[in-house]
């Protein structure tokens, strides 16, 4: 009889799979692991939230733990998992040198969610108004420290082929420690699309994102300022509903019903909004990772707009589902068309079927992902060995890291 393997989850936040795409895809990970017969815990330090999913629901035990405190020391010794999931790099850096003290047998996964240094370093150029270069990501502080915590880890889990390259062909990444695995989601029949609100009974344009995330504050921005008064030029009727979780108020000061542009808040139900949308923008000017919104925009039978940022490694060779347009006025009127004619609109659908299905398959990487692991699980031994850069990092790191956070539970104590 084969033993019960234990996953423990380390995440950065508790799972809200309703107001981001990195919830969703945190939960994709639990289903995959739950289907494959471990057993999980999930941990975090951050504050319980209206709006995160009930985890035992799903069968996963929750826990709360704290920062810079031995007590996860007694904790983790006690649970002894087979695996460790770090979400993100910085939870990485906060837990991996207690995980690697007290369990050094338990296999090391990063779920990277999106390269962060790829993100911070197009947003940084952004602001500087110029051109995003591949040598930006060398002087960023953040590149050095999400790269030595790839390097440490057993396997890296990677969202995007564009962001693979970058960590293979630039950072000189073996590609051993990393893994490709997109958002995985089930494939779509004709019959699926037929089921869906048609052409005639959907209205209006719609956006939909976190607010907490950078990038989705600056494309309203700019879809508020540079697109929509040319959309709604051309096109006086039209109606653009933003939908987001966590608003601020300069985003509620962008209402403004006389012009067609409404801030709704968060979506109770995203899925049933964007169904129910003719086309979705999405005028992405940084960023990294995929676009969970336009993932969901294809399971919608919604076709998008969106920039080269936003369809970024998301569709391989396929068309796009819509059109991918880099500046305003083009956009504004690309916009349009998908809106008014029924033959592209029903086109771009169609594309966005065929990418779901070519691109987003849940059982092909989530089968050769659990194969992973398994042979980790067998001989992570000989895989350590091959990787010497991150047997160094772990060394030289860790002490410091180790070091700097007990100060501060020592500090903490006084």
């Known amino acids: 009889m084969n033993q019960i393997k234990k996953l ?3 995440g950065f936040v508790w799972p809200e799979p ?3 795409a990195a919830g969703g895809r945190m939960m994709q990970l639990i289903s995959i692991f739950k289907q494959n017969g471990f057993e999980i815990t999930f941990v975090s330090a951050a504050l319980d939230s209206d709006f995160m999913v009930d985890l035992s629901e799903f069968g996963v035990i929750k826990k709360s733990i704290e920062l810079n405190s031995a007590s996860f020391d007694d904790f983790i010794i006690e649970l002894s998992p087979d695996v460790v999931l770090f979400d993100r790099f910085m939870i990485e850096e906060q837990f991996g040198w207690r995980v690697t003290e007290n369990c050094p047998k338990a296999i090391r996964i990063l779920d990277t969610e999106d390269l962060h240094c790829l993100r911070t370093a197009r947003q940084k150029a952004f602001k500087e108004n110029r051109n995003f270069e591949i040598t930006d990501l060398f002087s960023e502080e953040v590149a050095k420290r999400e790269i030595a915590s790839i390097l440490r880890c057993d396997l890296s889990l990677i969202i995007s082929e564009f962001e693979m390259n970058i960590l293979q062909d630039v950072f000189r ?7 490709y695995l997109p958002f995985l989601v089930n494939s779509m029949s004709e019959d699926d699309l037929s089921k869906l609100p048609s052409f005639e009974d959907r209205k209006n344009f719609v956006f939909i994102g976190n607010f907490l995330h950078e990038p989705n504050w600056n494309t309203v921005q700019y879809l508020k300022e540079a697109i929509w008064p040319s959309i709604k030029k051309d096109f006086p009727e039209a109606v ?3 939908y987001g979780a966590y608003p601020s108020q300069k985003v509620l000061q962008l209402h403004q ?3 067609g542009f409404f801030i709704m808040g968060r979506a109770d139900d995203a899925n049933e909004v964007v169904k129910n949308a003719k086309v979705v923008l999405a005028p992405i000017r940084f960023g990294a990772g995929l676009k969970g919104k336009l993932l969901e925009a294809m399971q919608c039978g919604t076709p998008s707009v969106t ?3 936003g369809s970024e490694a998301m569709h391989g060779n396929l068309p796009w589902n819509g059109f991918v347009e880099n500046e305003a006025s083009k956009f504004a009127i690309k916009a349009i068309a998908l809106y008014q004619d029924e033959n592209v609109w029903k086109q771009a659908q169609k594309n966005g079927v065929a990418i779901i299905n070519e691109c987003y398959q849940k059982d092909i990487y989530s089968d050769k992902l659990v194969a992973l692991i398994n042979s980790l699980l067998m001989d992570s031994k000989s895989h ?3 990787n010497f850069m991150g047997n160094l990092l772990q060394h030289h790191a860790y002490k410091s890291t180790m070091y700097m956070s007990k100060w501060i539970e020592a500090k903490n104590k006084n």
Do not use: G, Q, Y
């Open 8 to 10: 423990l989850i380390i």
């Open 18 to 20: 309703n107001s981001s």
């Open 384 to 386: 350590r060995l091959h």
């Open 307 to 309: 920039t080269s940022i």
């Open 173 to 179: 990444i073996s590609s051993d420690l990393l893994f």
């Open 240 to 242: 653009l509903a933003v």
């Open 257 to 259: 019903p006389k012009n």
